[in-house]
T-cell receptor
Framework: SQTIHQWPATLVQPVGSPLSLECTVE??????LYWYRQAAGRGLQLLFY??????ISSEVPQNLSASRPQDRQFILSSKKLLLSDSGFYLC?????????????FGPGTRLTVL | GENVEQHPSTLSVQEGDSAVIKCTYS??????FPWYKQELGKRPQLIID?????GEKKDQRIAVTLNKTAKHFSLHITETQPEDSAVYFC??????????FGTGTRLLVSP
């Protein structure tokens, strides 16, 4: 069966520090991968998605970037965090090649920028 | 691009009552409409979904209806229980399997 992992689970970082969040999927090949951010008490904002290794589409221009160095690995990064980057970061995956597939979410990383 | 609106933002019901959450979407090409339940501090979990070739789908106490002409879909929960209390999100898939989410409905079921 498929499993999605995210780490770390929680993170407290000072403003201006770098960020690296990692997501990995097990049990499937060539998944579509997504990064979402959820501010406290708010909805889900799609940040990036990827349909293959090295293929990244950005949905919202900001100080974040994403990379997909391996088929089942998706990384979210920042060179300098802002206070507004605080939130709950969720990685998700779907099977590729067929529209309308369920998105499976990882357990999330709760980021607090101080 | 797709835009999804969700109402109400909060909904309080008594245990045993029914709850209805409504969403509208803008892109007539959207063809997949899932509903997610998110408990506090947890990841969203899919509870039911519907595709554009189906008008209604039911799974025990929950059901979803889709009106393609009017571009709206609704979640119906019958015989609500306190454990149904959570935030519910609707979503629509526009292309490349991207989901556009509604802003969420906080459902509170009182015993």
């Amino acid at each position: 069966s498929q499993t999605i992992h995210q780490w770390p689970a929680t993170l407290v970082q000072p403003v201006g520090s770098p960020l690296s969040l990692e997501c990995t999927v097990e049990g499937t090949s060539n998944p579509n991968l997504y990064w979402y951010r959820q501010a406290a008490g708010r909805g889900l904002q799609l940040l990036f998605y990827s349909v293959g290794i090295g293929q990244i589409s950005s949905e919202v221009p900001q100080n974040l970037s994403a990379s997909r160095p391996q088929d089942r690995q998706f990384i979210l990064s920042s060179k300098k965090l802002l206070l507004s980057d605080s939130g709950f970061y969720l990685c998700a995956w779907t099977l590729s090649g067929r529209a309308g597939n369920e998105q499976f979410f990882g357990p999330g990383t709760r980021l607090t920028v101080l | 691009g797709e835009n999804v609106e969700q109402h109400p933002s909060t909904l309080s019901v008594q245990e045993g009552d029914s709850a209805v959450i409504k969403c509208t979407y803008s892109d007539s090409a959207s063809n997949y409409f899932p509903w997610y339940k998110q408990e506090l501090g947890k990841r969203p979990q899919l509870i039911i979904d519907i595709r554009s070739n189906v008008g209604e789908k039911k799974d025990q106490r929950i059901a979803v209806t889709l009106n393609k002409t009017a571009k709206h879909f609704s979640l119906h929960i019958t015989e609500t229980q306190p454990e149904d209390s959570a935030v519910y999100f609707c979503a629509a898939s526009d292309s490349f399997q991207k989901l556009v989410f509604g802003t969420g409905t906080r459902l509170l079921v009182s015993p």
